[in-house]
């Protein structure tokens, strides 16, 4: 059974920092490239960033840029989003996903085969 955890979510101030990881078992990890994304109600999930399967392509939406980081531990199974400067409007639930598909749809949440439950991050103005 494939199974996604994310852990790490909470309540920080603005520009303060968080660190995201997501724990990955039932699948062959490294074969597959691990996405971020996040959710806030009545919108549609939005990509935030990605890895790819040897953790040497990473990706970023726009909004996230120079804040965030996202890296993976193969050996470990485990994926990160390390999470700087953050802002009011980066609160959302948070999810990491896996996909084998190629790099040029690691931002579409539908290309994504398996996901996590979430994990809520709130930052207080």
């Known amino acids: 059974q494939v199974q996604l955890g994310e852990s790490g979510g909470g309540l920080v101030q603005a520009g303060g920092s968080l660190r995201l990881s997501c724990a990955v078992s039932?699948?062959?990890?490294?074969?597959?490239?691990v996405g971020w994304f996040r959710q806030t109600p009545g919108k549609e999930r939005e990509f935030v960033a990605a890895?790819?399967?040897?953790?040497?392509?990473?990706y970023y939406a726009d909004s996230v840029k120079g804040r965030f980081t996202v890296s993976r531990d193969n050996a470990r199974r485990t994926a990160s989003l390390q999470m700087d400067s953050l802002k009011p409007e980066d609160t959302a639930v948070y999810f990491c996903?896996?996909?084998?598909?190629?790099?040029?749809?690691?931002?579409?949440?539908?290309?994504?085969?398996?996901w996590g439950q979430g994990t809520q991050v709130t930052v207080a103005s």
């Open positions: 890895v790819t399967r040897a953790g040497n392509g990473r």
């Open positions: 996903a896996a996909t084998t598909v190629v790099i040029s749809g690691l931002t579409v949440p539908a290309n994504y085969q398996h």
């Open positions: 039932g699948l062959t990890f490294r074969n597959y490239n």
